[in-house]
């Protein structure tokens, strides 16, 4: 089972930024394609796939919610992928988690994919 060790969360009041960061100390990130995804406060909500990156060609993708406010990111040497988020709102307020896989290598349907199974991920509020 793939392990992540998200961090980087925190409380921000809205207009002000985050960087998340996701590693693993079981396997190499390198060539998977990775996500990072949010679970909302609100019950009976899922999870939402904001950003997702490919492991192969770079591209990415992002969700409405978030475009132009958050950027993904990925540093192989150090095996972690980013999530710089910018411009915050209390509606981005959630438990974030990341996931990878490399059965998913388009990056708009590896952030709508179900099913990753997730560790404590990182808490950010976004709140005055």
């Known amino acids: 089972q793939l392990q992540f060790v998200e961090s980087g969360g925190g409380l921000v009041q809205p207009g002000g930024s985050l960087r998340l960061r996701c590693t693993t100390p079981?396997?190499?990130?390198?060539?998977?394609?990775v996500g990072w995804f949010r679970q909302s406060p609100t019950p009976g909500k899922g999870h939402e796939g904001v950003?997702?990156?490919?492991?192969?060609?770079?591209?990415?993708y992002y969700s409405d919610s978030v475009k132009g406010r958050f950027t993904i990111s990925r540093d192989n040497a150090k095996n972690t992928v980013y999530l710089q988020m910018n411009s915050l709102k209390p509606a981005d307020s959630a438990v974030y988690h990341c996931?990878?896989?490399?059965?998913?290598?388009?990056?708009?349907?590896?952030?709508?994919?179900?099913?990753?199974?997730w560790g404590p991920g990182t808490q950010v509020t976004v709140s005055s």
């Open positions: 996931a990878a896989t490399r059965l998913v290598p388009d990056v708009q349907l590896m952030c709508m994919t179900i099913g990753f199974s």
């Open positions: 079981t396997f190499r990130l390198e060539n998977y394609t």
């Open positions: 950003s997702c990156m490919s492991g192969t060609d770079g591209s990415t």
